[in-house]
């Protein structure tokens, strides 16, 4: 019979108690949350939280995380545990089924990027409130996280930090990315962020509104 050391124990009961009461954070990102941003923001938010989990799919918009769509150009997945899961291609995970899965108290939104090419002002707006829908009278606290800085799609990206203020009202918190960011005038491909120096201020600003957001009593 293997015997167990009894301070062991205890710290493992301690630490499982401890834990059984910490806040669940999601996160569902894009591209941006594929890379250098969302492995930072994930690795922030353990310091808040244990449960923390991070899915990101390149490309998509909020109807892809409820229809399941394919990405084929990266994803990035971060478990409670720290199982990471990194490839080019594959489903996009279903936000329904997380949410009743994971049941968290906080829902963070990196999506709004992929609003800048092919779609309007309506189409944009009509597309987040689906994931408004989704969480409509569910005690979830929400914060959305707007795109950041860019040297492409300046005309569109300008107007997406509104378009996520219209789409949101006052159900979830909102992070400018914008504010937070300074693209490279001579670097990268004018959109993504490949090095942490750049978008540390962006993961900070989000870590602290989610912080804050679970603190106060308002969803």
């Known amino acids: 019979m293997l015997k167990i050391p009894f301070l062991t124990l205890v710290l493992s009961l301690s630490m499982s108690l401890a834990h059984a009461d910490a806040p669940r954070i999601l996160v569902i990102g894009d591209s941006h949350s594929v890379g250098p941003f969302g492995h930072l923001l994930i690795n922030k938010l353990k310091s808040i939280t244990p449960k923390a989990s991070l899915y990101a799919s390149c490309g998509t918009v909020a109807s892809s ?3 399941g769509s394919k ?3 990266g994803y990035f997945f971060q478990t409670e545990e720290g199982k990471t899961l990194v490839g080019k291609e594959g489903r996009t995970p279903k936000l329904p ?22 779609y309007d002002e309506a189409r944009a707006i009509e597309d987040m409130k689906r994931i408004l829908n989704l969480i409509e009278g569910k005690p979830l ?8 800085d860019s040297r492409k799609n300046i005309g569109t990206q300008k107007k997406l930090y509104s378009w996520v203020l219209a789409a ?31 978008i540390k201020f962006w993961a900070q600003a989000v ?8 603190k106060s009593d308002l969803f």
Do not use: Q
């Not at 089924?97 to 999506?111: A, R, V």
């Not at 606290?141 to 950041?148: D, E, H």
């Not at 009202?169 to 090095?195: E, L, Q």
């Not at 870590?207 to 679970?214: Q, Y």
């Open 168 to 198: 949101v009202g006052d159900r979830c918190k909102v992070v400018n990315g914008r504010d937070y960011t300074h693209y490279p005038r001579d670097a990268g491909d004018g959109i993504h962020y490949w090095r942490e120096s750049d």
């Open 65 to 67: 995380w409820l229809s």
């Open 207 to 214: 870590t602290e509104g989610a912080e804050a957001l679970l």
């Open 141 to 148: 606290k929400c914060l959305w996280v707007s795109a950041p």
């Open 71 to 73: 990405t084929h150009c």
């Open 97 to 118: 089924g997380m949410l009743n899965t994971l049941n968290p108290d906080l829902l963070i939104i990196e999506l709004s990027g992929n609003y800048a090419k092919d």
